[in-house]
């Protein structure tokens, strides 16, 4: 596929990363440090999320009209690449043989760390365009949208961060004005009712945490789909506790920010790792 896009946007995320810190902190001298994290993170994230949208925009006009095949695993192709610190690294690419309609075989190449789990003689999906049947892509998950997950991860932490850290800024101080006039707080009697549902949820949060860690130890899946399995999990505690905070008398909305990026992280981590796992 051709990923002039994804190069181009590396290199805006880049500059996103120089520039957001930048005017964070010439912010800060207007608006103060709450406001002047939330221009940075805002910079960046938004940046990130725009390639994001745009990358998966381009991904799906590109596979529009290609047609899906049943490829073969041949073998996996070693690559090794050295860093800038002279530190090498391998990464073995899987090397798949297929037939387009014209009945000839063709090989494509997909991204190293894909198709894993394969043995050589595996069915592979491979979807190649009709107009030019030599140019083939590995039909999974990683090869055709890992370049959107991985912008829409980069852009939404920041953007989240961003938020948080604006909503931060514009909250009551303690001991503001209406703490300096000496009045006097008034104490909300909990709801019975209210108050059990709250216990409840808690105790169903802190179980769901322990099965999550209990059965990421015991899985007998791969890595990747295991931690991504924990990662659901993790997540789903953390929307327990989140609803648990809502139904507080007095919200705690910095609480709730804090427990909602926790939802949001663990669940898009976990759920990027279940489909690289599992070769979807």
Request: hydrophobic share 50%; with cysteine.
């Amino acid at each position: 596929m051709d990923d002039t896009l994804i190069n181009q946007g590396f290199l805006w995320f880049f500059g996103a990363v120089f520039v957001g810190p930048l005017l964070g902190w010439l912010f800060h001298f207007v608006g103060g440090f709450e406001k002047g994290v939330a221009v940075g993170c805002l910079v960046i994230g938004l940046t990130g999320s725009c390639i994001a949208v745009m990358v998966g925009f381009d991904r799906a006009e590109q596979l529009r009209g290609t047609v899906a095949v049943e490829g073969r695993l041949v073998n996996f192709e070693r690559q090794t690449t050295r860093d800038a610190g002279g530190e090498v690294s391998v990464s073995y690419e899987p090397r798949v043989i297929y037939v387009a309609a014209d009945g000839k075989e063709r090989f494509v190449t997909g991204l190293g760390g894909s198709q894993q789990s394969k043995d050589e003689g595996d069915a592979v999906p491979v979807r190649y365009w009709p107009d030019d049947p030599e140019r083939a892509v590995v039909a999974d998950f990683q090869n055709q949208w890992g370049a959107v997950l991985a912008f829409g991860l980069f852009g939404g932490f920041p953007v989240l961060f961003g938020l948080f850290f604006l909503l931060a800024s514009f909250s009551p101080r303690p001991g503001g004005a209406a703490a300096r006039g000496g009045e006097a707080k008034v104490r909300i009697r909990p709801d019975p009712l209210r108050r059990l549902w709250q216990v409840n949820l808690n105790r169903t949060a802190h179980a769901t945490l322990w099965l999550s860690f209990i059965a990421m130890g015991f899985s007998t899946y791969g890595v990747a789909v295991t931690v991504g399995g924990g990662f659901c999990g993790v997540a789903l505690g953390c929307l327990i506790f989140l609803i648990s905070a809502a139904l507080e008398p007095v919200r705690d909305w910095q609480a709730i920010g804090v427990l909602f990026i926790l939802v949001v992280g663990f669940a898009v981590f976990g759920v990027g790792g279940l489909l690289l796992g599992l070769e979807v």
